[in-house]
């Protein structure tokens, strides 16, 4: 596993943009497939949960939000911890949380007892493997990160497309109870996935310039800094406004289905067509935003990717047969992929690679409160008032009102500033520059070939210049 030291993901190494990246995307591939797809699999043992136990349907889903909250809510919790002891550390014991919490699980006497097991420990298991994941893919790729994030993203829809069926078949097989024991064995794969984690090395320095570097290591746990960036705070107002609405309709439509008049499995079939089209959605998404002149302006095709899920939402209130109901999950498929592929991509984007460990658990942090209000809320308004429509027109118009936050947002507040200094060694150097014009033509002729010299070896040392992050946006 290596020394325990800070993950401070120094800029003077060069994203590979392959090689071992490759191994650690196909491991963030399976992370944020099991983060994503182990709270809704959970849910094909709900009835045997309530037949053992005597509770009700409103009980027993309180495991998957509880699951959802550790996940979003413990951000930066996972940000400190991956800032004092690294991502690979972390993920190994995120991995064994993960599995110890279904395996004690499995042995309950009651439901309380699985909200403490499966629901808390399990979910902190999968966020302290989900966080560091997005870490590293950020650290290993750069040119090509909007297609590595397209890729990784993909893991939900696959999973879910998986997990679901085998749950079904291990609980008719095993019963609730040894089905949990097998998902928790299997979860001990986050553990193989945290061991792909390889730390990258930084450039080897002289002698005379360890002091500095060490001194650099020293860093804070939990950077607050990032809510001086404009963007990051457009950015997470933004993406909590979103979350009200985003996980609203996959939650209601096959209940929607039913109240039509349409039997279960065919109701059912919806979320399969639905997660059929994000698999393909989101890599492919990947591959568009890192084309040359897309990837620049990645933020505004974010905010085009929330109002097109919003819009659909808005269509899908006026379904009124299974046919409607289909065309509503091709389309919201496309745009859930759109969204799910460039959420984090446009995160990394603004706030760069040194500040992204604590930005993300801030932004998950934010997501939570949300997370934990949009659906209950959306389905308080259902009991009052018996329609879907309602229900799907107020997830639009969350959605939609994110994605223009985020656009104007960015438009008004983040262009107006981009001409302006960011950072101080941005204005130190800009002095500098300003002195060295009252300089004599001698002088400035030895600075030019010292420049000239500085350009040719510095690539050989460390790699490709590093974007300055506070200008990412």
Known sequence: MGAVVADDGPSGVKAPDGGWGWAVLFGCFIITGFSYAFPKAVSVFFKELIREFGVGYSDTAWISSILLAMLYGTGPLCSVCVNRFGCRPVMLVGGLFASVGMVIASFCTSIVQIYLTAGVITGLGLALNFQPSLIMLNRYF?????????????????????????????????????????????????????????????????????????????????????????????????????????????????????????????????????????????????????????????????????????????????????????????????????????????????????????????????EAMAVLIGPPSAGKLLDATGRYMFVFIIAGIEVTTSALVLALGNFFCIKKNSEEPHTKEEAAEREELNKSEDKTPEDAKVDSIEVEQFLKDEPEKNGEVVTNPETCV
């Open 142 to 366: 750069d040119k090509r990160r909007p297609l590595a994030n397209g890729l990784s993203a993909a893991g939900s829809p696959v999973f879910l497309c998986a997990l679901s069926p085998l749950g079904q078949i291990l609980q008719h097989e095993y019963g609730w109870r040894g089905g949990f024991l097998i998902l928790g064995g299997m979860l001990l794969n986050c553990c193989v996935c945290g061991a792909l984690m390889r730390p990258l090395e930084p450039p080897k320095k002289s002698e005379a310039t360890k002091e500095p570097a060490e001194k650099k290591v020293k860093k804070k746990l939990l950077d607050f800094s990032v809510f001086k960036d404009g963007g990051f705070v457009i950015y997470t107002l933004a993406a909590s406004i979103m979350v009200l609405g985003l996980f609203v309709p996959p939650v209601f439509v096959v209940s929607y289905a039913k109240d039509l008049g349409y039997q279960d499995t065919k109701a059912a079939f919806l979320l399969t067509i639905l997660g059929f089209i994000d698999i393909f959605a989101r890599p492919i998404c990947g591959m568009v935003a890192g084309l040359k002149w897309v990837r620049p302006r990645c933020v505004y095709l974010f905010s085009f990717a929330m109002i097109f899920n919003g819009f659909t939402d808005l269509m899908g209130s006026m379904s009124v047969d299974y046919g409607g109901l289909v065309v509503f999950c091709i389309f919201f498929g496309i745009s859930y992929g759109m969204v799910g592929a460039l959420q984090f991509e446009v995160l990394m984007a603004i706030v760069g690679t040194q500040k992204f460990s604590s930005a993300i658990g801030l932004v998950l942090l934010a």
